[in-house]
Nanobody
């Protein structure tokens, strides 16, 4: 069974870059045809999809992030990372990584437990 575990900085100052890592066990991130997603949920708000990286390295991110999001992977470590630059307090949220059977977040079948990231000076 696939397990996903997020790790992050906890607290980030405004204008800095946020980096969260998802370690995957029980399956390879290069296995056909899975997509590896990042999402977040701020307090009192709906879940928001952020980005994905696919089994073959294809990437996509939410255009509303205006190119602040960067997603990458380390296949040797079986992990993938989201970086979000120029953060503001509005980026405060619980960040989740997840596996999807396709590129749309509705295909997600496994989730990590989430990691809280707070943006504050």
């Amino acid at each position: 069974q696939v397990q996903l575990q997020e790790s992050g900085p906890g607290l980030v100052k405004p204008s800095q870059t946020l980096s969260v890592v998802c370690n995957v066990s029980g399956g390879s991130i290069t296995t056909n045809f899975y997509y590896w997603h990042w999402l977040r949920q701020a307090s009192g708000k709906d879940m928001e999809w952020l980005a994905y990286i696919s089994y073959n390295g294809a990437i996509a991110s939410d255009p509303s992030l205006k190119s602040r999001a960067s997603i990458s992977r380390d296949t040797a470590k079986n992990q993938f990372t989201l970086q979000l630059s120029s953060v503001t307090p509005e980026d405060t949220a619980v960040y989740y990584c997840a596996r999807g059977r396709g590129s749309h977040h509705s295909s997600i079948d496994y989730w990590g437990q989430g990691t809280q990231v707070t943006v504050s000076s």
